[in-house]
């Protein structure tokens, strides 16, 4: 069974740092891409986040970009969101998500493009 468990949410402060960590399993990790999405209340989900397993390779949305960074741990099947210096604005359910084989320079961003997704972790940030 593929299964994806978020873990790491929490409350901090401004300017505070959290790291989420996504596990993965019932599927082979190494040739995936795993992206991390959140949503705000009342917002639509926003790809934020998005690795490629077989190299490392990142990318990052505008609204996270230098201050998120991501990292795997391959022989544990993790991921690892690092979020420093949050705001308030970061408040919302993260969650990560597994898509198989390459997927093109927008479609890491479409939540579509995901097939398999954990149940979300909540961070909230306050001022």
């Known amino acids: 069974e593929v299964q994806l468990v978020e873990s790491g949410g929490g409350l901090v402060q401004t300017g505070g740092s959290l790291r989420l960590s996504c596990a993965a399993s019932g599927f082979t990790f190494d040739d995936v891409a795993i992206g991390w999405f959140r949503q705000a209340p009342g917002k639509a989900s926003e790809g934020i986040s998005c690795?490629?397993?077989?190299?490392?390779?990142?990318w990052f949305a505008d609204s996270v970009k230098g201050r998120f960074t991501m990292s795997s741990d391959i022989a544990k099947k993790l991921v690892y969101l690092q979020m420093n210096n949050m705001k308030t604005e970061d408040t919302a359910v993260y969650s990560c998500g597994a898509a198989g084989g390459l997927i093109g320079r927008g479609s890491r961003w479409q939540s579509a493009t995901y097939e398999a997704w954990g149940q979300g972790t909540q961070g909230t940030v306050s001022s």
């Open positions: 690795m490629k397993i077989t190299d490392n390779s990142t």
